[in-house]
């Protein structure tokens, strides 16, 4: 890495000298340029450059809600004028999202800010030498108290200018709240984040190849298979922004219960994203983008998930619902077109109504809404070229159902690629609480970016 008289040039990644602070258009650009070869995916540079701003319109991202980090040599008085002959030493961005947690010992679910950081990038001729270290530890710590110290630094600085984001003074999503956590999907393994104060969670899933030789099942067949009593209908709704909003309340609703009393029966703190309606169009815009470029003229898909519902009459005088369903989005790799193999579908999350239940659901009934939902889901991969179908972290009652359905599947614990890692604040940043204090509920994809 670099000649002894090159290092003399590049500044000790622990010079007090370094600041974070936020690219310019043009830096932001370049570092797209740079990072293409590794997140690009199926797109070339000039739609990787397209899809970047897209994805920060988006109503998740927009308004703040995303923001763009650098390491750099040059103070931050330094004019916007000047910036072209900073170094951007690292970089990375974050994105502000909804979080639910209740305390340990808690009997009510609070509400707070987490932060997932992505894009964390060394430009190839600065690695190696500590600044992506640098930068996280510094970004960890200012994302406790994310906005306010923006305000702080604004107010440091003199005047008004616009900021590199392109934005004024103006508000941010998540002022007034408390910042609880930062996240990140480590595609390095387990230990440099840990590190660095971010330990790893669970970050297993479950596969299923779409291309398996038993038949796709359709609606009938799946009522003949499971045996149900006279009296059975299943009914499968295709998810799409029509009804993804009453999912979501319904899901957080749900997953609040759930958080009280994993807290109360394991006297830890239980955490969860909230199932946010932006969340979900954050990942389909991310497909609409991606497919629109890899099936050039093709239609987005317009069932983005499904809703399963098992009603049994049985001739007795109160009918009994099951329902379970699934919200998923399709990645596509590179030469997606003609190789399957690097396309998945990835059920974002996964939810057995559990509402308005005090008795368990019937096993025969449950594992047949199941069974529609995954014979959906693998259809939808096969409709879009994915050679399979991802979940995350499914639940022992959801490793049962997969048991049950008699579908091809195998488990994967994921040791490099997208692994959860958190960074735990507590609910006022004192930090009594670690990382380890913490179960992460509900820790499947739709968590990610
Ligand atoms: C990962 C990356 C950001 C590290 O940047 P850097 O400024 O060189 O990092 P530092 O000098 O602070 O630390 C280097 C460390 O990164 C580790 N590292 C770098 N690439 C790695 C990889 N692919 N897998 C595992 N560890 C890796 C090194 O082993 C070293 O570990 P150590 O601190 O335990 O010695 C940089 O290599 C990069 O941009 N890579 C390409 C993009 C990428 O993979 N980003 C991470 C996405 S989660």
């Known amino acids: 890495m670099g000649s002894l008289a090159a290092d003399a040039h590049y500044p000790d990644a622990a010079d007090r000298s370094l600041v974070l602070t936020h690219p310019t ?17 199926p797109l070339d540079l000039p739609m990787y450059l397209k899809r970047e ?49 209740v305390p340990r010992n808690g009997d009510e679910v609070r509400e707070g800010f987490g932060y997932g950081i992505g894009s964390v990038y060394t430009y190839p001729e600065f690695r190696g030498r500590k600044y992506a270290a640098r930068m996280l530890r510094e970004l960890g710590e200012v994302l406790k108290t994310w906005p306010e110290e923006e305000q702080l630094r604004k107010k440091r600085s003199q005047g008004d200018e616009p900021d590199s984001r392109g934005q004024s003074n103006g508000q941010t999503k998540a002022e007034g709240r408390e910042a609880v956590c930062s996240a990140l999907w480590s595609d390095i393994g387990k230990r440099f984040y840990a590190s660095k104060g971010w330990p790893a969670f669970a970050s297993g899933h479950v596969e299923f190849p779409s291309s398996s030789p038993e038949s796709p099942l359709g609606t009938p067949s799946l009522l003949e298979r499971s045996v149900q009593p006279h009296g059975t209908s299943l009914t499968l709704v295709p998810v799409n922004t029509s009804n993804l909003a009453q999912l979501c309340a319904e899901d957080e609703a749900q997953l609040r219960v759930e958080l009280i009393r994993h807290a109360r029966e394991h006297q830890r703190i239980a955490f969860a994203f909230a199932p946010d309606y932006d969340v979900f169009r954050w990942h389909w815009a991310r497909e609409e983008f991606i497919a629109s470029q890899v099936f050039p003229g093709r239609q987005a898909s317009e069932v983005r998930g499904m809703i399963a519902t098992v009603v049994n009459t049985n001739g007795a005088a109160k009918e009994e619902k099951t329902r379970v369903w699934a919200i998923w989005t399709r990645n596509f790799g590179a030469g997606a077109a003609s190789s399957p193999a690097k396309n998945t579908l990835y059920i974002l999350r996964l939810v057995i109504d559990d509402r308005g ?27 879009w070229h994915c050679d399979s179908v991802h979940l995350w972290n499914p639940t022992p009652a959801l490793q049962g159902l997969i048991a049950g359905s008699g579908a091809a599947h195998k488990f994967v614990d994921r040791e490099v690629d997208s692994i ?28 990610w970016c």
């Open 420 to 447: 959860p890692s958190m960074m735990w604040y507590g609910p006022d940043g004192t930090k009594e609480e670690e990382a380890d204090d913490v179960d992460w509920i509900a820790n499947e994809k739709y968590c």
């Open 53 to 101: 701003p897209f994805l920060a319109s988006t109503s998740l991202a927009a308004n703040g809600g995303m923001v763009h980090w650098i390491l750099t040599d040059a103070p931050p008085t330094q004019p916007v004028s000047q910036h072209e002959k900073r170094r951007v030493l690292a970089s990375c961005e974050h994105i502000c999202k909804r979080v639910l947690y």
């Open 25 to 41: 258009a043009a830096e932001k650009e370049q570092t797209w340029r740079l990072n293409h070869g590794e997140w690009g995916g």
């Open 357 to 383: 239940t005090t008795t368990p659901h019937d096993p025969k009934t449950l594992q047949l809404a199941f069974d529609a939902i995954l014979h959906s889901a693998l259809d939808g991969a096969r409709a």
